[in-house]
C-alpha cells in the first residue's frame, strides 16, 4: 500500500502564491509518475501537471507558465509551486502517484481557494 499526505492549500488572493506538498510513504516504494489533478465544483477532475520519474514534466495549458511541479522520487515528494494563481484555479487539488507495478493511488485532496 501507498499512503499519500498532501498539504499547502488555502486561501489566496489574486496573484498570489501557494505550494503544494505530498509525501508518499509505504513500502517498496518504486514510483513511476507522480501528478497534480484538480476539481472544480461542478466540473470534472483534470490534470494539472505530471512528472515521471527522470523525465521532464507536463502542463496542461491553462497552468503554463505559472505552475512548476517538481518531483523527488528519491524522497517520494512531489511539489506544485503555483504563481500568479486566478480565481478560475480554485478547487480542490489531488497528488496521484503511479507505482510501476501496483497502480496508482490518491491523496486525500486539498482545497485551493483564490478570491479576485
Known amino acids: 500500500q501507498v499512503q499519500l499526505v498532501e498539504s499547502g492549500g488555502g486561501l489566496v488572493q489574486a496573484g498570489g502564491s501557494l505550494r503544494l506538498s505530498c509525501a508518499a510513504s509505504g513500502s517498496n516504494l518504486n514510483l513511476r509518475t507522480m501528478r497534480w489533478y484538480r476539481q472544480a465544483p461542478g466540473k470534472q477532475r483534470e490534470l494539472v501537471a505530471a512528472?515521471?520519474?527522470?523525465?521532464?514534466?507536463n502542463y496542461v495549458d491553462s497552468v503554463k507558465g505559472r505552475f512548476t511541479i517538481s518531483g523527488d522520487y528519491a524522497k517520494n515528494t512531489v511539489y506544485l509551486e503555483m504563481n500568479s494563481l486566478k480565481p478560475e484555479d480554485t478547487a480542490v487539488y489531488y497528488c496521484?502517484?503511479?507505482?510501476?507495478?501496483?497502480?496508482?493511488?490518491w491523496g486525500q485532496g486539498t482545497q485551493v481557494t483564490v478570491s479576485s
Open positions: 496521484n502517484v503511479v507505482h510501476y507495478w501496483r497502480g496508482d493511488y
Open positions: 512528472i515521471s520519474n527522470g523525465g521532464s514534466p
